[in-house]
């Protein structure tokens, strides 16, 4: 008994220990202002007066927030349609390439090569492939004959259908590898014995691949939405929000309305309503996983 | 009908009679391989092809990829006008400390979570996993309280404080940690090595696979970064690649070419690093995906 009890303190210190660098930063840097943010979403404050106990009052400002509820349909529809789009074209794209292609490799990193690269850098040569009057697209489309092309990231109707094209082109690579990787997973005696029993290719993706992968399409869509709503550096450099509030989104609005206007508490109560979006949409998955996903 | 047979890491061709409805699949599946490929690398080469081009010739339709004289001067003014040199070395300052600090704080707290038994670690564990569902954005305010109240505003040390620990990083060394056999710790154990002996000299050696994971994936992370220094730093000696680019951006708003060539500058470094440990890099991302 006694013996049990000092192996029981020792592993303790051992546990801690090795844990001490680690859950240092994590109770300082990340666990602390989980917290903290949250209680500021309670209050006043601009940084530098008193800080005001507010009580609920961010939260019903939201309601009557217009550019607030602008950012939100955006990041919704942002959401609606790139994250299907994306996770489509990826699987097919991963699929192609696990069909035992020469050059699979390049293929994988011609893909994947968007992912990699700052977005940064991506937003500005996009801004120039863009550009209404002298860009290669606008180009490309009056030499197919449509006089009037769209001016893209200048126009209210266009800019954000901009933003989405480069946010699918910038994060295919990404879901890419990780079907590639799912697919890698699957028995490849699975598909020897459906084809005996004279299944087709049609059935075989149906009936093994999709199963087979589900864990991971799980995985994915949960990734895709909450990367969805939480583009930040796509707009800032492309649109800066505009025209208008066009493109204005979730995440610039958290950074405008904390780093620009400094309404610390306000910005605070945007980001837990980020939370709580991000928070169901998990739990649904999770609920209803149950009934598609397949882990063997 | 031909076959690409899969056996570990190469693929071998058996060359079988080919029936013409195989083929014509095979075909259609390159075009369309190609197709997206190509779709993606377009932009890369008209950065490329753009950054040694002169204003005039950048635009225009159809596009010349090869310019009819090379303006490497676009890349001289890069280095000569801006400090980007500078901000080079910051950027590199940045992600290296971030991704050292983060290898040794991950790895030894993913040790206590795998090997170590205590009674309140899979309640820790649980909240580490937790806090990865949080947005950055509902940490973003607090934490820049924080470094203010510290004093590490305008510093890189704000960014590397913050990059050091990373929930996803223990979670997934974690991962790996779990598949290593208890068996062989308990046989260290008898042989006399201490904890610390186990975890530096059997575990780690071991794990080398998601070390390198770890490194490239914080590294990229930490060099792409754009929020955080935008937050973070005021002045521009201490910008990073990411910022000095979007204030070349708006300083020189005219000049197209340099800024393709800081564009091209930029990422060069990240590329070259993926296509040294692409495999390395690729098992980081499923790692947590389909082992999960």
């Given at each position: 008994m006694k013996d049990s009890s000092r192996a029981l303190r020792r592993n303790r210190i051992t546990g801690y220990t090795f844990l001490l660098p680690n859950i240092i930063g994590f109770l300082i840097f990340i666990c602390f202002p989980v917290g903290a943010s949250f209680l500021m979403s309670f209050t006043e404050w601009n940084g530098f007066g008193d800080i005001e106990f507010a009580g609920l009052s961010n939260y019903i400002r939201l309601w009557s927030d217009e550019t607030f509820r602008i950012s939100l349909l955006n990041s919704l529809i942002m959401t609606g349609v790139s994250v299907p789009v994306t996770l489509l074209l990826a699987i097919l794209a991963a699929v192609a390439l696990n069909k035992g292609l020469r050059g699979v490799k390049i293929f994988r990193t011609a893909i994947f090569l968007p992912h990699i690269t700052a977005t940064i850098a991506v937003a500005v040569v996009w801004q120039l492939l863009y550009n209404p009057t002298m860009g290669p697209i606008n180009g490309m489309l009056r030499s197919l004959g449509i006089d009037h092309p769209p001016t893209w990231l200048a126009s209210t109707q266009w800019a954000l259908i901009s933003v989405i094209i480069v946010s699918i082109w910038h994060s295919i690579g990404y879901y890419m590898v990780l079907y590639l990787a799912g697919l890698q997973g699957i028995p490849k005696d699975l598909y020897e014995a459906a084809e005996i029993d004279g299944a087709g290719k049609v059935s075989q993706f149906r009936n093994i691949t999709l199963p087979m992968l589900s864990p991971v399409i799980f995985f994915t869509i949960i990734m895709g939405i909450i990367n969805s709503f939480k583009v930040f550096d796509l707009?800032?450099?492309?649109?800066?929000?505009?025209?208008?509030?066009?493109?204005?989104?979730?995440?610039?609005?958290?950074?405008?309305?904390?780093?620009?206007?400094?309404?610390?508490?306000?910005?605070?109560?945007m980001a837990y309503v980020l939370f709580a979006i991000i928070l169901v949409i998990t739990l649904i998955q999770f609920r209803g996983q149950k009934r598609w996903v397949n882990y063997s | 009908m031909s076959t690409w047979t899969n056996t570990g890491k190469t693929t071998i061709f058996l060359p079988k009679r080919v029936p013409t409805g195989a083929l014509i699949r095979k075909m259609v599946l390159y075009a369309v391989v190609i197709v997206v490929s190509l779709s993606m690398i377009v932009p890369f080469l008209w950065m490329l092809s753009a950054s040694v081009k002169s204003e005039a010739e950048i635009f225009g339709f159809p596009i010349q990829w090869?310019?009819?004289?090379?303006?490497?001067?676009?890349?001289?003014?890069?280095?000569?006008?801006?400090?980007?040199?500078?901000?080079?070395?910051?950027?590199?300052?940045?992600?290296?400390?971030?991704?050292?600090?983060?290898?040794?704080?991950?790895?030894?707290?993913a040790y206590a979570f795998?090997?170590?038994?205590?009674?309140?670690?899979?309640?820790?564990?649980?909240?580490?996993?937790?806090?990865?569902?949080?947005?950055?954005?509902?940490?973003?305010?607090?934490?820049?309280?924080?470094?203010?109240?510290?004093?590490?505003?305008d510093s890189h040390w704000a960014l590397i404080l913050l990059g050091a620990f990373s929930p996803f990083g223990v979670f997934l060394f974690r991962q790996f940690f779990m598949s290593i056999p208890e068996e062989l710790s308990e046989a260290a154990r008898i042989d006399g090595l201490s904890e610390f002996g186990i975890y530096s000299r059997i575990i780690l050696p071991l794990i080398r696979p998601a070390i390198a994971s770890l490194t490239i994936f914080t590294f990229?992370?930490?060099?792409?970064?754009?929020?955080?220094?935008?937050?973070?730093?005021?002045?521009?000696?201490?910008?990073?690649?990411?910022?000095g680019m979007q204030h070349f951006q708006s300083e020189h708003a005219t000049e197209y070419g340099p800024l393709m060539a800081a564009a091209v500058c930029a990422i060069v470094p990240t590329i070259i690093i993926y296509f040294m440990a692409q495999d390395h890099f690729v098992e980081g991302i499923s790692a947590g995906a389909v082992k999960g």
């Amino acid at each position: 008994m006694k013996d049990s009890s000092r192996a029981l303190r020792r592993n303790r210190i051992t546990g801690y220990t090795f844990l001490l660098p680690n859950i240092i930063g994590f109770l300082i840097f990340i666990c602390f202002p989980v917290g903290a943010s949250f209680l500021m979403s309670f209050t006043e404050w601009n940084g530098f007066g008193d800080i005001e106990f507010a009580g609920l009052s961010n939260y019903i400002r939201l309601w009557s927030d217009e550019t607030f509820r602008i950012s939100l349909l955006n990041s919704l529809i942002m959401t609606g349609v790139s994250v299907p789009v994306t996770l489509l074209l990826a699987i097919l794209a991963a699929v192609a390439l696990n069909k035992g292609l020469r050059g699979v490799k390049i293929f994988r990193t011609a893909i994947f090569l968007p992912h990699i690269t700052a977005t940064i850098a991506v937003a500005v040569v996009w801004q120039l492939l863009y550009n209404p009057t002298m860009g290669p697209i606008n180009g490309m489309l009056r030499s197919l004959g449509i006089d009037h092309p769209p001016t893209w990231l200048a126009s209210t109707q266009w800019a954000l259908i901009s933003v989405i094209i480069v946010s699918i082109w910038h994060s295919i690579g990404y879901y890419m590898v990780l079907y590639l990787a799912g697919l890698q997973g699957i028995p490849k005696d699975l598909y020897e014995a459906a084809e005996i029993d004279g299944a087709g290719k049609v059935s075989q993706f149906r009936n093994i691949t999709l199963p087979m992968l589900s864990p991971v399409i799980f995985f994915t869509i949960i990734m895709g939405i909450i990367n969805s709503f939480k583009v930040f550096d796509l707009v800032f450099v492309l649109t800066k929000g505009g025209p208008g509030r066009s493109t204005h989104m979730l995440v610039y609005d958290i950074y405008y309305t904390a780093f620009q206007r400094f309404e610390y508490g306000y910005a605070s109560a945007m980001a837990y309503v980020l939370f709580a979006i991000i928070l169901v949409i998990t739990l649904i998955q999770f609920r209803g996983q149950k009934r598609w996903v397949n882990y063997s | 009908m031909s076959t690409w047979t899969n056996t570990g890491k190469t693929t071998i061709f058996l060359p079988k009679r080919v029936p013409t409805g195989a083929l014509i699949r095979k075909m259609v599946l390159y075009a369309v391989v190609i197709v997206v490929s190509l779709s993606m690398i377009v932009p890369f080469l008209w950065m490329l092809s753009a950054s040694v081009k002169s204003e005039a010739e950048i635009f225009g339709f159809p596009i010349q990829w090869i310019p009819s004289e090379f303006f490497w001067s676009n890349y001289k003014k890069v280095w000569t006008e801006l400090p980007f040199f500078t901000y080079y070395l910051n950027t590199i300052k940045i992600a290296v400390f971030t991704t050292l600090l983060q290898i040794v704080t991950c790895s030894t707290a993913a040790y206590a979570f795998a090997k170590v038994k205590f009674p309140e670690r899979d309640k820790l564990f649980f909240l580490y996993v937790a806090t990865m569902m949080v947005p950055y954005q509902v940490m973003m305010i607090p934490q820049f309280m924080l470094m203010k109240t510290l004093g590490l505003m305008d510093s890189h040390w704000a960014l590397i404080l913050l990059g050091a620990f990373s929930p996803f990083g223990v979670f997934l060394f974690r991962q790996f940690f779990m598949s290593i056999p208890e068996e062989l710790s308990e046989a260290a154990r008898i042989d006399g090595l201490s904890e610390f002996g186990i975890y530096s000299r059997i575990i780690l050696p071991l794990i080398r696979p998601a070390i390198a994971s770890l490194t490239i994936f914080t590294f990229m992370h930490a060099w792409n970064d754009f929020l955080g220094p935008l937050i973070y730093l005021n002045s521009d000696r201490l910008f990073t690649l990411q910022l000095g680019m979007q204030h070349f951006q708006s300083e020189h708003a005219t000049e197209y070419g340099p800024l393709m060539a800081a564009a091209v500058c930029a990422i060069v470094p990240t590329i070259i690093i993926y296509f040294m440990a692409q495999d390395h890099f690729v098992e980081g991302i499923s790692a947590g995906a389909v082992k999960g």
